[in-house]
């Protein structure tokens, strides 16, 4: 799965690339920011991406390494069944 905001601040910017998720996880935005647009799309494949999983963040800059949204999207090429969007406003 992958979540896109559109309304982020420096334009639209990738929040996740996701396998596996947890039905537990929450993501919640900044409190008083504005509602943003996020696009969520899930991929069903025949087999898993082989990529890397993000390792945790880094302390400074709260960025963490990991695939790309091109490097998935390339590496799903040929193995994707079927693809499901969702956008929608999330604010608090």
Excluded: K, Q
């Excluded at 537990?24 to 999983?53: E, K, N």
């Excluded at 998935?72 to 499901?84: C, E, I």
Aim: net charge neutral; with cysteine; glycine share 10%.
């Amino acid at each position: 799965m992958t979540v896109r905001d559109l309304d982020a601040p420096g334009g639209t910017f990738t929040h996740w690339l996701i396998r596996d998720l947890d039905a537990g996880t929450a993501d919640c935005p900044p409190h008083g920011d504005r509602p943003h647009r996020h696009v969520l799309t899930v991929y069903a494949t025949d087999r898993r991406p082989p990529l890397s999983p993000n390792t945790p963040p880094d302390a400074s800059s709260g960025a963490s390494s990991g695939a790309s949204l091109d490097e998935l999207r390339r590496a799903l090429a040929g193995h994707t069944l079927a693809t499901g969007t969702l956008t929608g406003r999330h604010g608090r």
